[in-house]
Each structure stands twice: as structure tokens, then as C-alpha cells.
């Protein structure tokens, strides 16, 4: 049928179909969010003015001037006897939603975004293990459908994201994992056997090709023993402004997968972009697979690292 | 009227801001709808997009490109209420959309469930760049504007969503041919 037709046509005419309202309450929502947030300041004309060539030698001068003014009044010269120098500019320590640079020297209430300190059940599974973790600082958000916590989630992939997630996955005992030989060629390298054990599958992303896994080491978390090893995404999958799909479209299904769970169709775990680095925590809690992953992006700061690690280290396990 | 209205909301006028909400709201809630295809996800973008428009509504130059930048805006608002609901497994796929379909005698019901099925087979980039070129019929260099992509990449990519539609319609009517074939 519609083969026969102008496919252009066709989009057309799906696309204008319906029609939609936006509900009095999101404006009301949005009414309320806005008059707690202050519009950003935009220091500068909106357009540059015609100057003469004297104008802007003059500018320059001017700007060096106030430079070193201010330069001056920031780092101090310290007279003799002035213990206290220059007012100091204190970095806010409080997450803002708003993001808009804060040189306010006044002490700053603590905000916490997002899930409550303490423990917090990331895997709440009637049939699985549940999995526990100590929530120590703000900014975590809870991605209950994919049984993960994360920071910073800026909606971009690895390596731009600044983000962490720590996803917490399991498998009734006697699951097999299929660590699939090749990422990228998952759905024809598919192992002969499924892993098992931690030993097992740990065992074989030291073998996968391209994702470089770290050599497996001990582990012990929650009372419970395992292995741990660490996956990266070649960089060589980032292509500028490219979709996910882009970037993988070379791989199967477009998807860079690392792993999948026997007897059920398509794969478990995905990357989301070039240069991921996923740092798996292998368990096996009363004979069920456990793995907790660390979810990196190269541009994460060193402090969203440690802390997601530590989330993981933080984990408790209670069997079914 | 719009352009005095941002004139307004860019002093810091929030009843101002709130008109002109109310003023483009429906329409962004529209093509929030058919990239995400999915109402409550639209829903959380255009509140998302309005909230950082006013945040950073001093950084429009020209006021009478409000809808435009807005936009922009909405797209990346939808590309990561996308992301944040399907970023860590197959298998999560965003829900029907519960709209209702207006009357359109040049679509029969299959052809909306053909082109339902296969639009929800592309990325949300690419049906963003269908969106806003069928839905707003919009320009190439208008597109690439508003998604924020150079125009070569912004050409490509509505060139590759037209075909991955198409032979996605075209594969699902030949397994349904086939399978009334067997059928039959």
C-alpha cells in the first residue's frame, strides 16, 4: 500500500495529524520554577558598535587598567599588619539547578537535589538480589527503570558527559552471561558457552576484543567475593556531532554491546558512547550474578570518580 | 506582540514570560510530541526548554527570534529526556503516545500504524530533523538552525531518516503481505 505513495506524503500527512494542549499545570509549573530562578546576566552590548581604529586601542588600555585593578585587589598586596588581605571569593558548595556562576562571599545553605543521604535500594527485585547503597552526598538521582543511580546526567554520551552512573544489575543463580567476543560484531560473536561464575565471566572480557579490560582482580563487596575488571570504548567510535547510532553505525544494530543474558533476544549492556569506561564489580551473592557498574565518561572529574566508586563500594546485598 | 512580550521577560518580567508561554506552549508541546512520541516526555522537555529560555532569555539578541531559539532549546530538551529514559539497555523503548489522531482521509489506519512503528524505529535525532522539516516545514538551513547542526550533517541526516522510514515501511508491508499470503 503505501509503498505505491509518496513517502514524503506520507510523513506529511502522519505528522500533522493530532493536536495537542499543554496542560494548565505545566505553566503553572513552569511559572513556579521561574520565579525561583534568576535570569542569567549577560555582561555586554548584544551587538558590537562600528569603531574608529582609536576606539578600540583605547578599549584595550582600558581593559588592561581594570585588569590589573582588580587583579591587584583580588590577590592582594598585603600591607604590613593586614592579616586579613582582600575579601575572598568562596565557591558556592551547593549544587544550583540554575548553574549560574556564584561569587557570593555569604555563607551558602547546603541544597540537597535529589535522593536523600543514606542507604537507598537501587535493585528491588521480588526474585533477584536487592541491592543497597549509602547515598553520602547530593546530586544522585534515581534511574529506577534501568536499576541505576547518576550525577550530573547532562543528557550527552561519553566523552563529552561530565556525569556518573552507577548501575546495579542481577540475574537469578544459574543465569548465563554471554560477554560477547567482539562489542561491536555482538550478534555473530557470541560465545559457545555462557560465563557463569565471576571467575568466568570476568575471564571473558579479558578476552573480548577492543575493550581492553583490565587484567581481573579480587574483590570483595558487601561481604561478598568477586572479581573486578575495567572495560573502555575505543575513542576511535567518536565522530563529531554524531548520534549514538551514528557513532556505532559501523556495529551491529548500531550498538556497541558488551553483554548479553542467555535466552533472551538482543543485549544486555550498551555503551553509550567513545571512550566509556565502565568499571565492573562481579559478584556472586548466594549464587546469583551481581554486577555493579561504574559508569564513566573521560571528562567525569576525579571527585564524581571516587564518589561513584565508593557508592559501589558502599553496596549491601540481601538474597531472595 | 511577541516581540515586546520578550522585551519584557528579558527585564525580568516573569507575568510577561508567563504570557508568552502560554503563547508558544501548545506548539512546542507538538513537536515535543512527535520527536519523543511519548506525551509525558514531551511534557517534561517543553517545561525543561521554557524553564532554561527564561534562565537565559538576556542572551537573545534579536527578540523577534524567540521561536527559533526556543527551538533549539526544545530539541536539546528532547534529546535528553530521550536519553535519560533509553540510555542504558535495549529493550527500554519509550512508550505509545496516548494522543488522538485527527481525521486525515489520505492516511488509512495502516498506514498510521506502518509509520508509527517505523517512526519510533528512528532516533530521536532523526525524527527531529523530519519534525521540523515535514511537521514545520521548514527549510535545510532552517533545520540544521534549529537542531544545531552544521547544514551537510543536517542535509545527511534528514536524507538517511527518510530512507531508514521508508524501508522500514516498506519491510514491515512485505512481512505483512507475506504473512496474509500464508494466511490466506
Given at each position: 500500500m503505501t509503498a505505491q505513495r509518496d513517502p514524503d506524503q506520507l510523513i506529511r500527512h502522519f505528522l500533522l495529524e493530532g493536536s495537542e494542549r499543554l496542560h494548565d499545570q505545566v505553566y503553572d509549573a513552569i511559572r513556579a520554577e521561574i520565579e525561583q530562578q534568576r535570569q542569567r546576566v549577560v555582561i555586554g552590548p548584544w551587538r558590537v558598535p562600528v569603531m574608529n581604529k582609536i576606539v578600540p586601542i583605547g578599549v584595550a588600555a582600558a581593559a588592561v587598567i581594570v585588569a590589573l585593578v582588580v587583579g591587584t585587589r583580588l590577590l592582594g598586596a598585603p600591607a604590613k599588619g593586614d592579616v586579613g588581605g582582600a575579601p575572598?571569593?568562596?565557591?558556592?558548595?551547593?549544587?544550583?539547578?540554575?548553574?549560574a556562576p556564584?561569587?557570593?562571599?555569604?555563607?551558602?545553605?547546603?541544597?540537597?537535589?535529589?535522593?536523600?543521604?543514606?542507604?537507598?535500594?537501587v535493585t528491588d527485585s521480588a526474585v533477584g538480589v536487592r541491592t543497597t547503597i549509602d547515598i553520602a552526598s547530593p546530586g544522585w538521582e534515581s534511574l529506577a527503570e534501568f536499576d541505576a543511580v547518576s550525577k550530573n546526567d547532562d543528557g550527552r554520551d561519553a566523552p563529552e558527559t561530565v556525569g556518573a552512573s552507577l548501575l546495579a544489575w542481577t540475574w537469578p543463580a544459574g543465569t548465563g552471561i554471554n560477554v560477547y567476543k567482539d562489542p561491536c560484531q555482538w550478534t555473530t560473536s557470541v560465545p559457545p558457552a555462557p560465563a557463569t561464575t565471576p571467575q568466568e565471566i570476568a575471564a571473558a572480557f579479558a578476552a573480548q576484543a577492543e575493550t581492553d579490560a583490565s587484567?581481573?582482580?579480587d574483590v570483595t563487596v558487601g561481604g561478598y567475593a568477586g572479581k573486578a575488571t575495567?572495560?573502555?570504548?575505543?575513542?576511535?567510535?567518536?565522530?563529531?556531532?554524531?548520534?549514538?547510532?551514528?557513532?556505532?553505525?559501523?556495529?551491529?544494530?548500531?550498538?556497541?554491546?558488551?553483554?548479553?543474558v542467555e535466552g533472551e533476544t538482543g543485549h544486555a549492556r550498551n555503551a553509550q558512547g567513545a571512550g566509556q569506561i565502565?568499571?565492573?564489580?562481579?559478584?556472586?551473592?548466594?549464587?546469583?550474578i551481581v554486577i555493579l557498574d561504574v559508569a564513566l565518561s573521560p571528562s567525569t572529574p576525579t571527585e564524581l570518580v571516587e564518589e561513584t566508586r565508593a557508592l559501589a563500594r558502599s553496596a549491601t546485598f540481601k538474597a531472595p | 506582540m511577541q516581540v515586546g512580550l520578550v522585551?519584557?521577560?528579558?527585564?525580568?518580567?516573569?507575568?510577561a514570560f508567563d504570557s508568552l508561554a502560554r503563547m508558544v506552549?501548545?506548539?512546542?508541546?507538538?513537536?515535543?510530541?512527535?520527536?519523543?512520541?511519548?506525551?509525558?516526555?514531551?511534557?517534561d522537555a517543553v517545561q525543561a526548554s521554557l524553564v532554561t529560555a527564561w534562565t537565559e532569555l538576556r542572551g537573545l539578541r534579536d527578540p523577534s527570534r524567540f521561536e527559533p531559539w526556543l527551538h533549539r532549546i526544545l530539541t536539546n530538551a528532547c534529546y535528553a529526556e530521550a536519553r535519560r529514559r533509553r540510555r542504558w539497555a535495549e529493550g527500554l523503548r519509550i512508550l505509545p503516545d496516548a494522543g488522538t489522531y485527527g481525521p486525515d482521509d489520505y492516511l488509512t489506519v495502516d498506514d498510521r500504524d506502518l509509520l508509527e512503528r517505523a517512526f519510533r524505529r528512528l532516533t530521536v535525532e532523526q525524527?527531529?530533523?523530519?519534525?521540523?522539516?515535514?511537521?514545520?516545514g521548514l527549510s535545510i538551513s532552517e533545520v540544521a538552525a534549529r537542531t544545531g547542526l552544521p547544514l551537510g550533517t543536517a542535509k545527511s541526516r534528514l536524507h538517511n531518516a527518510t530512507r531508514a522510514l521508508r524501508a522500514s515501511i516498506e519491510a514491515d508491508a512485505r512481512a505483512t503481505t507475506s504473512t496474509q499470503e500464508r494466511l490466506a
Open positions: 575572598s571569593v568562596r565557591p558556592s558548595v551547593a549544587p544550583s539547578p540554575s548553574a556564584s561569587a557570593d562571599s555569604s555563607p551558602t545553605p547546603t541544597v540537597w537535589v535529589g535522593l536523600p543521604k543514606g542507604p537507598f535500594t587484567a581481573p582482580v575495567t572495560l573502555r570504548v575505543p575513542m576511535s567510535y567518536d565522530l563529531p556531532n554524531a548520534t549514538r547510532e551514528e557513532k556505532f553505525g559501523a556495529c551491529d544494530s548500531d550498538a556497541y554491546a558488551f553483554y548479553g565502565d568499571e565492573l564489580f562481579i559478584l556472586n551473592v548466594e549464587g546469583s | 522585551e519584557q521577560a528579558q527585564r525580568g518580567d516573569a507575568e506552549g501548545d506548539r512546542c508541546l507538538a513537536i515535543a510530541v512527535r520527536i519523543l512520541r511519548d506525551l509525558d516526555l514531551a511534557e525524527r527531529a530533523v523530519l519534525v521540523f522539516h515535514h511537521y514545520l
